[in-house]
């Protein structure tokens, strides 16, 4: 099984962005984390990450011709603004969980829509990093 975690603008800034929000673990040690859950679970993870809304459609298409099972996806703010992300989703078919490392309906009224929601088969919001782990499962599960 292969699983490809997305994560959008700013999230490679990870401990050092708005630490009260998001925590003080940096993005390698989110991609350790993750990577060491995928082994634990026997499934393969490969990681990407963009600041550009176009670079994250072609991954989650790019996913689709590279047979990959299941997306974990953090649009982080397009999930606010993003209907190409919706549509790109939608159109690949591929299982996708939606992370957040914090709870965007508990914050600023703008982070409480969510456009890519409705196409994924879950979503897991204010677990930290751990979210992340937890959608992982939740694909390996599905798929098993």
């Not at 940096?26 to 634990?40: I, P, W």
């Not at 993870?45 to 550009?52: A, G, L, P, R, W």
Request: proline share 3%; hydrophobic share 40%.
């Amino acid at each position: 099984m292969r699983i490809l975690v997305i994560n959008g603008p700013n999230m490679n800034l990870l401990g050092v962005r708005q630490p009260d929000i998001y925590g003080k673990a940096t993005y390698e040690d989110l991609l350790t984390m993750v990577q060491e859950e995928a082994r634990r679970l026997g499934v393969e993870v490969e990681f990407f990450q963009s600041n550009h809304e176009g670079a994250l459609v072609d991954a989650i298409q790019k996913a689709y011709f590279q047979k990959v099972d299941g997306i974990v996806i953090n649009p982080a703010a397009y999930t606010h603004t993003s209907v190409a992300l919706l549509d790109a989703v939608k159109a690949v078919g591929i299982p996708t969980v939606e992370v957040h490392v914090s709870d965007p309906d508990t914050r600023e009224e703008f982070r409480h829509v969510s456009y890519i929601r409705a196409a994924c088969v879950a979503t897991i919001r204010g677990h930290g990093l751990e979210g992340y782990l937890e959608a992982l499962r939740l694909l390996a599960g599905k798929k098993e």
